[in-house]
C-alpha cells in the first residue's frame, strides 16, 4: 500500500514539475537582445548589445527610438546601473556599447587583448569611427529600432565620443547627455566642432572647478538649448548618473521631452 502511494505521489509531482517546466519555457523575456559586432580596418573587435521591447510577429508597430550609451574611460557597458532598463520600459531601444579597449571590445580580430590602459591618443581617434561603424551595423541587424530618432548619453571620453559621432551621423541625435565632457580629452578635441540644432544637458560635480569651466566654454558649440545641470557629488563621468537620482532623473525628463517613447 505505501509503495503504490509513494507511486502516486511521485507521478503527481513529476506531472506538476513538467507543467510548471513547460509554462517557463513559453515564457518570453519581455526584451529582445542582440550583440553587434563589427571589425575594424585595423582588425580591432568592436561589441556591443542591442536591446529592445519584444512584440508579437503579427503585430506592426514603429520602430523603438534608440538610446545609445557610451561608457567613462575605464569603465564598461555593463556600468549604466538599471537606467537602460528604465528607458526599456518607457518604450526605448537601448544600444550599449563598449569602447575600443573596455568590456567586451578588449580583443583584436586575432583575440589578443588591447587594453585601453596601454592606448596612445591616436588610438583613442579612432572612437567615434568604431562607434559610428557599430551604429551602422545595429541599422543592417533589425528595422525594429530607429537611427532616425536617437539619443546619446555620454561620460567623459564617452561624452567627447558623443559629439563627433553626432558629427558623422545623419540625421543628427535628438539629444545629448554629456557627464564631464572637455574640450579635448585624450586627443578628441571637440571645441571645434559644432552640432545641428540638438539639444544638450551637461553635468559634472560642482567640486570639480575645471570642468565647471570647460561645460561653461563649450557652450560656444550649441546651437540649441544648452542645459547645465551640475551635482554637489565628487564624482564623474557615467557615475554621476548611478549616484545622484536628482541629476539621473533629469537626464531621463530631458531625453523624454526631446524624443518622446513610442505608445
Known amino acids: 500500500m505505501l509503495k503504490k502511494l509513494l507511486v502516486v505521489i511521485l507521478l503527481m509531482f513529476f506531472s506538476v514539475s513538467g507543467v510548471l517546466a513547460a509554462t517557463t519555457a513559453k515564457k518570453k523575456k519581455p526584451y529582445i537582445t542582440k550583440v553587434i559586432e563589427v571589425t575594424t580596418q585595423d582588425a580591432h573587435i568592436i561589441k556591443g548589445k542591442l536591446i529592445y521591447p519584444r512584440t508579437p510577429k503579427d503585430v506592426k508597430v514603429a520602430p523603438y527610438p534608440t538610446i545609445v550609451f557610451l561608457h567613462s574611460l575605464g569603465y564598461s557597458s555593463t556600468q549604466w546601473g538599471s537606467l537602460p532598463d528604465v528607458f526599456l520600459k518607457q518604450g526605448y531601444a537601448v544600444l550599449l556599447v563598449d569602447l575600443r579597449g573596455h568590456g567586451l571590445s578588449n580583443k583584436d580580430a586575432k583575440f589578443r587583448v588591447k587594453s585601453w590602459t596601454y592606448f596612445t591618443n591616436k588610438i583613442y581617434k579612432k572612437y567615434p569611427s568604431d562607434v559610428c561603424a557599430l551604429i551602422n551595423q545595429a541599422k543592417r541587424t533589425t528595422k525594429k529600432v530607429s537611427f532616425n530618432d536617437y539619443s546619446i548619453i555620454g561620460g567623459d571620453i564617452g561624452a567627447n565620443t558623443a559629439i563627433l559621432v553626432a558629427q558623422q551621423l545623419y540625421p543628427a541625435p535628438k539629444s545629448i547627455v554629456l557627464l564631464t565632457p572637455s574640450r579635448d580629452m585624450k586627443g578628441l578635441n571637440i571645441f571645434d566642432y559644432k552640432l545641428p540644432n540638438t ?5 559634472c560635480s560642482r567640486q570639480d572647478k575645471i570642468s565647471v569651466s570647460e561645460e561653461v566654454m563649450l557652450k560656444l558649440f550649441a546651437k540649441d538649448k544648452y542645459i547645465i545641470n551640475n551635482t554637489d557629488l ?7 548618473l548611478k549616484l545622484d537620482s536628482q541629476c539621473r532623473n533629469k537626464a531621463i525628463q530631458f531625453i523624454n521631452q526631446n524624443m518622446p517613447a513610442k505608445k
Open 234 to 240: 565628487n564624482t564623474n563621468g557615467m557615475m554621476i
Open 199 to 203: 539639444p544638450i544637458l551637461v553635468m
